[in-house]
């Protein structure tokens, strides 16, 4: 059974501060690794993707992988108010396109 | 900017009835997907469709569900006898291939 735990939070951070986000996967072939946010009642939206090891920075967002550590995490600077939502991981494994979605980190900027 | 049409957004079905959920992905595309979310549950993967044929389908995906492109646009859901613990937020998405997906904006499912 292939497994993406996250922490379910609520993560709560003032406005301007970094927000880090945290994913951890059990399928050590996945090759793929995504993030995503889904504000309430709304559908998810891609804002990141990963696929070798190290950072990669998009804007505010930076993602970082690990793979030794099966350890996916997402940076955002700067939050806003606006970046308050659900950040789903979500993994694909070494066959198929089919992703497995962590149960997600709601995180909540404070202004 | 290429969006996933999904309708109707709402559909409320009595238990044992036939449901068909209507999605339009993005036209160079060729990988779709369905997906639900049952309220405050993880997104759940239901199938992928890919040239024509069903590619892969989880244990959620049983002889209740089937996935139709019956033309070159449009690609369906039905379950066709819903019950209780049908109802759920499915979303349907769509794939180049390995770039992630762009989800529909979902139907709201609700059995009674």
């Known amino acids: 059974q292939k497994e993406v735990e996250q922490n379910s939070g609520p993560l709560s951070v003032p406005e301007g501060a970094i927000a880090s986000l945290n994913c951890t996967y059990s399928?050590?072939?996945?090759?793929?690794f995504f993030w995503y946010r889904q504000y309430s009642g709304k559908s998810p939206e891609l804002i990141m993707s990963?696929?070798?090891?190290g950072d990669k920075e998009d804007g505010r967002f930076t993602a970082q992988l690990n793979k030794a550590s099966q350890y996916v995490s997402l940076l955002i600077r700067d939050s806003q108010p606006s970046d308050s939502a659900t950040y789903l991981c979500a993994v694909n494994g070494n066959a198929g396109n089919m992703l497995t979605f962590g149960g997600g980190t709601r995180l909540m900027v404070k202004p | 900017e290429p969006e996933v049409t999904q309708t109707p957004s709402h559909q409320v079905t009595q238990m044992g009835q036939e449901v068909i959920l209507r999605c339009v992905p993005i036209?160079?595309?060729?990988?779709f997907y369905w997906y639900r979310q049952i309220l405050g549950q993880k997104v759940e993967f239901l199938v992928s469709f890919y040239n024509n044929e069903i590619s892969e389908k989880s244990e959620i995906f049983d002889d209740q569900f089937s996935v139709e492109r019956p033309d070159g646009s449009n690609f369906t859901l039905k379950i066709r006898s819903t019950k209780l613990e049908d109802s759920a937020m499915y979303f349907c998405?769509?794939?180049?291939?390995?770039?992630?997906?762009?989800f529909g904006s979902g139907t709201r499912l609700t059995v009674v």
């Open positions: 399928d050590r072939g996945s090759q793929s």
């Open positions: 036209s160079n595309h060729l990988y």
């Open positions: 998405a769509s794939s180049r291939q390995d770039y992630g997906y762009t």
């Open positions: 990963i696929y070798s090891n």
